[in-house]
């Protein structure tokens, strides 16, 4: 079997593509990521085959991103979020071009909720589609988001001789064929009224087989009692020294030793002098760049984190309760916030815009002190590891293509 995969986003957006390819090709089956070329030096590092879908939009993609978490009434707009959105739908009709010209020697496309153009392959060369939604929850978007997508995408799908679509790149990116949702039944069980091709797998984990720790970072965790972990992603930050500060702040007001992971984010920015050393204020923080999260989130005592879909499923995954800071009413953060105060494993979420030393601090207090959460994220935590999201989404594909049949 031949399968082509793909999504446009962030790491986050990738990674769990990235995951179902690697078990694919395990299975026999040969793949290629289809990605934004931001992504190829990721995807090649992991021996995975790689095509450059589009043009490079990272720089645009952290704006939107920044103007999200800046300016929330932006979500309320649909004039304001067509004009933030509008320079991604030139990149629309290359995109097409390339998965369509990949599409004719696949068997099958496996698509995030972030990739409009596939659906569009999928209806104009009936190539098999497996679409891949990371929630099952909050999944329509605010009005506005669903009118300025609508109106981006829906004048190429015209152009192209499909219909027009209410809401293109979340609940209208679903495949008619078949749509995996990549998420714990724990947290949000299917309901009755879904079709039958619609899944629920679990979450899909990329595990880091051969990533070790560098010294300085395994003689840190190992020097005292776990650590709490502080990683937003790769949310942008117009002043990362500022946060950087309030950090090693609520830090040392909660009497603990942390690990600050930078990431894409640019956290710890002025606040350290390299990755791997301490920083010299007082508090017993130790800055990281890249580390796995399926490694770094267990050896913790609580994570701090922005509730991004593929963080929140690491931390579901590690049974460690967690603060959510999410970011901006456009993103899902909030929701995995919601949901995950509901299963006992968090307290009340900490708005990004509303983020002091102080109520970090007992954000941080309260999950080391309330044995309920500890409790609850560790009853979650084997819940979720006993599932094998990757592994049954990739025989839900094979069975697919069997029905249907080869190229």
């Known amino acids: 079997m031949n399968a082509l995969l793909t999504n446009f986003g962030t790491t986050g957006d990738v990674l769990p593509l990235l995951a179902l390819a690697q078990d694919l090709r395990r299975a026999g089956h040969h793949v290629v990521m289809a990605c934004p070329p931001s992504h190829r030096d990721f995807v090649l590092r992991h021996d995975c085959p790689f095509v450059a879908a589009g043009p490079d939009l990272q720089d645009e993609q952290t704006a939107i991103n920044q103007r999200w978490i800046d300016d929330e009434a932006t979500s309320s707009s649909s004039a304001a979020m067509h004009a933030l959105l509008a320079p991604l739908q030139h990149a629309l009709p290359e995109t097409y071009d390339v998965l369509s010209a990949q599409a004719r020697r696949a068997d099958v496309i496996i698509s995030g909720p972030a990739q ?190 922005h509730g991004g879909a593929g963080t929140a499923a690491a931390v579901f995954r590690s049974g460690r309760p967690s603060v959510y800071v999410p970011h901006g009413v456009i993103f899902d953060q909030t929701y995995w916030a919601q949901l995950s105060r509901e299963h006992g494993c968090s307290g009340d979420a900490i708005p990004f815009q509303t983020l002091t030393a102080e109520r970090l601090a007992d954000g941080i207090r309260e999950c080391l002190d309330r044995d309920a959460l500890r409790h609850g994220a560790a009853r979650l935590g084997e819940q979720v590891r006993a599932e094998r999201g990757v592994r049954t989404a990739r025989q839900a594909i094979e069975a697919l293509v069997r029905n249907v049949g080869l190229n």
Request: glycine share 10%; hydrophobic share 45%.
């Open 116 to 305: 409009p153009a596939a659906r569009m392959v999928h209806e104009t060369l009936a190539i098999p589609f497996a679409s891949v939604q990371f929630s099952n929850f909050g999944g329509l978007g605010t009005p506005a988001l669903q009118a300025a997508t609508a109106a981006l995408i829906n004048p190429f799908r015209e152009k192209l001789g499909l219909r027009a679509l209410q809401n293109p790149v979340t609940r209208d990116a679903n495949s008619p064929q078949l749509g995996l949702y990549a998420m714990s039944r724990h947290l949000l069980p299917r309901t009755s009224a879904w079709p039958a091709h619609q899944q629920v797998v679990g979450f899909f984990f990329f595990d880091h087989a051969s990533w070790t720790p560098d010294p300085p970072l395994r003689d840190f965790i190992d020097a005292g009692e776990p650590p709490v972990i502080l990683s937003f992603g790769s949310m942008p930050h117009a002043d990362p020294r500022h946060l950087t500060d309030l950090i090693h702040d609520a830090v040392t007001r909660a009497g603990v030793r942390a690990v600050l992971q930078m990431g894409a984010s640019g956290l710890g920015a002025g606040g350290h002098d390299g990755d791997g050393r301490r920083a010299n204020n007082g508090a017993d923080v130790l800055v990281v760049g890249f580390v796995p999260h399926g490694w770094l989130f267990p050896r913790g005592s609580c994570i701090v984190h």
